[in-house]
C-alpha cells in the first residue's frame, strides 16, 4: 500500500480546506512512493489523473472559485446575479461612470495591448439603501462574471485573532480568478467596529491594499461603505474611481417606485406622491412599492391605488424615521 496513514489523512484535510494543489501534492507523494517500491503502473496512473486534474481546472477556473469550499466558503459568498445596468436608477454622471467601468472592461485587450489598465478597483460611498450593492450585482450581471462577495464584518467577528491570513488564503485562490469582488461594509477596517482588536483589522486592511495592488486589472475590485467619514483619507487614493451614491431625487423616486410596480403602477397619479417619497431612500421605496403591490393582489386587483401606495409610503417613512 502506497498511501500512508499520513497521506491520507493530508488529504482529507486538503479536500476540506479547499486547496486543491496540497491535494494534489499529497497525491503525487503518494506516486512517488509506489514508483520507489516498484508500482509504475500505479506511480504513472496517479500522476496523469494529477495532470489532468490541474489542465481542466485551470479550464473552468471560473467555476472552482465560484464555489469556495472549506474554510474559503465562510469568507466568500458567491453569486450569479440578474440585475441589469437598466434596473438601476441613478442619476446621469454615475450611470455615465458605471458605463465606462463596463465598456473598458469589455474593451479590455485593446486598452491592455497599448499599456493601459482599464478602470478596475471602486469604492462606493453613500447612505444605506442607495445601491451600492446592488451595483457590484450590475457590474458582475453586465460583464457576465461571478459576483464574490467577501464579508468582512462576519469575519471580524468570527475569527478574530486569525482573519489576517484566512484572508491571505482568499486572495491568494483570486488573485487570478477573473471576477468582481465585492467588499461590503469597507468600513468595518477603519473605525470602531473592528472592536478591540484594531491590531486585526489593520492586518486585514494590509492584505486587502496588497490585493488591491496585485489583482489582475481584469477583475473588478468594488469596495463600498455608507460611512465615508471613518475611512482613513490615504485609502481614497488606492482607487481608481470613487463613486458618491445619494438620496434620490423626487424624480428618480418617482422611477425607482415605477420600476418595481410595473404594470401594477398604470393606474397611480405621481404628482400625488411626491410628498411622501421624501427622505426615504431607493430600498425603502422599493419596500414600500412591494408592500402596496402585496396589498392590493391580496384585495384581487391588479393595480395599486395611489392613496394605498401614499400609505405604504408614509408607513415606510415612519419605520425608517425620515
Ligand atoms: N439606485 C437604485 N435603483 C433601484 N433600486 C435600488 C437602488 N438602490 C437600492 N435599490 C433597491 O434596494 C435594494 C437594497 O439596496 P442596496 O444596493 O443593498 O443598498 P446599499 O448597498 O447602498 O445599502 C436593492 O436590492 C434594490 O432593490
Ligand atoms: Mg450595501
Redesign the pocket.
Known sequence: MAASADHIRAMVKSHGDGDDEAFYSVALQVAAKAARQGHHHFATDVKELVEAARQSKKASNVTYIAQPRGELADLVVASHPDVRLS????PKNLRDSLVDVITEQRQRHSLMDHGFHPVHRLLLE?P???????TASVLAHELDLPLLTIRLDSLLSKYLGETGSKLRLLFEAASDQRAVYLFDEFDALGGDRAGSDVGEARRILNSFLLFLENTESESVIVA?T?NRSILDHALFRRFDLVLT?QMPSTEDAVA?LK?RLGLMGKGVEWKAIQVPCDGLS??EL?KAAEAAAKGALLEDSKCVATDDLVVALKERARAAGA
Open positions: 434596473d438601476l436608477v441613478a453613500g444605506p439603501g442607495t445601491g451600492k450593492t446592488m463600498a455608507n451614491y425607482v420600476g431607493h430600498a422599493v
